[in-house]
């Protein structure tokens, strides 16, 4: 599947927050993780920092889904909003 995450993060208003970029926020918090394949997860945080979509074979959509999940950096706000684009 292809992932684009190149959206504005939604508020609690349903309103886009200005300024804010659902693909950048996810990109930061994949740079910084230390856990698992470091070149897979660098290629996704690239590419989704620039805006471009990532392909995701079934079982990398999995790890993508529980990756998102069990982040304590992540916010629900921006958990939600990237769960429901998968």
Do not use: C, H, R
Not at 11 to 17: K, Q
Not at 28 to 45: C, E, H, L, M, P
């Amino acid at each position: 599947m292809k992932l684009n995450l190149n959206k504005a993060v939604i508020g609690l208003d349903g309103a886009e927050i200005e300024g804010t970029n659902l693909g950048k926020v996810v990109a930061q918090v994949i740079a910084s993780d230390n856990k698992g394949d470091a070149v897979k997860k660098w290629y996704w945080a690239t590419k989704l920092y620039g805006g471009e979509d990532i392909d995701l074979s079934p079982e990398d959509e999995q790890e993508f889904k529980d990756m998102v999940k069990s982040s304590e950096v992540l916010t629900v706000m921006a958990k939600a909003q990237v769960l429901a684009s998968l």
